[in-house]
């Protein structure tokens, strides 16, 4: 009995963790593929208008730090002369957020 209550649980976090990066790639793909493109690599018609990072590299992902990451998804993010380049997403929550950053990692080659 202890061995089912066990596989339930075990398997029920890998489900939730399976949803969580299901969400993380949908969400990516809704909010920020169309600049930073579908593979990370910034090379999108409006990624380069606002010279999106390249995600696959690996020095761009070892100087953006999760906490900036997070902050500019929650507040937006702005270029050196202050203007907005990227809205703000008001509809995710932190445990989004932090799924996203997550999912971004993964493009590092």
Do not use: W
Not at 38 to 46: A, I, L, P, R, V
Not at 88 to 94: G, I, T, Y
């Amino acid at each position: 009995m202890k061995r089912i209550l066990a596989l339930s649980v075990a398997i029920m976090a890998v489900s939730a963790l399976s949803a969580s990066a299901a969400d993380a790639k949908a969400n990516y793909e809704k909010d920020c593929a169309k600049c930073h493109g579908g593979d990370g690599k910034g090379e999108t018609k409006m990624g380069k208008k606002y010279n999106a990072k390249d995600y696959t590299d690996a020095k761009v992902q070892e100087e953006l730090k999760d906490e900036a990451a997070i902050k500019a998804i929650k507040e937006g993010y702005k270029d050196k002369e202050g203007k907005q380049v990227m809205k703000p997403s008001e509809s995710l929550s932190d445990d989004e957020i932090k799924a996203l950053v997550a999912y971004m990692r993964k493009f590092k080659k």
